[in-house]
T-cell receptor, first 112, second 112 residues
Framework: SQKIEQNSEALNIQEGKTATLTCNYT??????LQWYRQDPGRGPVFLLL?????KEKRKERLKVTFDTTLKQSLFHITASQPADSATYLC???????????FGKGTHLIIQP | SAVISQKPSRDICQRGTSLTIQCQVD?????MFWYRQQPGQSLTLIAT?????????ESGFVIDKFPISRPNLTFSTLTVSNMSPEDSSIYLC?????????FGSGTRLTVV
């Protein structure tokens, strides 16, 4: 069955440093890999999407890489801030509008 | 991006009863998606709702337990039927927009 693993349940990072989150998957050939931010009591918020034929995508302080050979994505937040503290979810889709398969998420804490 | 209004935001229900969750989108969308997020777990897709046709359910979810309506292109409901404490979860609706997905703020259901 499809499986998505995110590197750790919680990650503590000092403010100003780069936070790196990992997403590994098995038994899946996704067309898209996506990252979402979820704050307590809220629904996930879309951050970035990367396609299977793309290696890297950037948006402001965010960078996502996608290695379909390793079946892995890395999500980086540079110059991290306490406001970046949240749970970050990795999600896969096969393309079209077929819904998402989510990882359990990594709870990121940026300490001042 | 689309704005999704979901209600109720939370409810406490007696076992054996049913709860209907409503999801209103401010634009017309072909497909709407319903997810469940159990405590400490990630989001799991329940079903995909197309206007004018039966919803498509994921493995482990059945129409008798989670009936869905989709009367038009901006509205959908999910009913959680004959509830048990195991149904205590957050339920979220979602729409796809250009690859990324927008989520409602969720309905936190507690079954006692």
């Amino acid at each position: 069955s499809q499986k998505i693993e995110q590197n750790s349940e919680a990650l503590n990072i000092q403010e100003g440093k780069t936070a790196t989150l990992t997403c590994n998957y098995t038994n899946y050939s996704p067309a898209y890999l996506q990252w979402y931010r979820q704050d307590p009591g809220r629904g996930p918020v879309f951050l970035l999407l990367i396609r299977e034929n793309e290696k890297e995508k950037r948006k402001e302080r965010l960078k996502v890489t996608f290695d379909t050979t390793l079946k892995q994505s890395l999500f980086h937040i540079t110059a991290s801030q306490p406001a970046d503290s949240a749970t970050y979810l990795c999600a896969l889709s096969g393309g079209g509008a077929d819904g998402l398969t989510f990882g359990k998420g990594t709870h990121l804490i940026i300490q001042p | 991006s689309a704005v999704i209004s979901q209600k109720p935001s939370r409810d406490i229900c007696q076992r054996g009863t049913s709860l209907t969750i409503q999801c209103q989108v401010d634009s017309q969308v072909t497909m709407m998606f319903w997810y469940r997020q159990q405590p400490g777990q990630s989001l799991t897709l329940i079903a995909t709702a197309n206007q004018g046709s039966e919803a498509t359910y994921e493995s482990g979810f059945v129409i008798d337990k989670f009936p869905i309506s989709r009367p038009n292109l901006t509205f959908s409901t999910l009913t959680v039927s004959n509830m048990s404490p195991e149904d205590s979860s957050i339920y979220l609706c979602s729409v796809e927009e250009g690859g990324g997905y927008t989520f409602g703020s969720g309905t936190r259901l507690t079954v006692v």
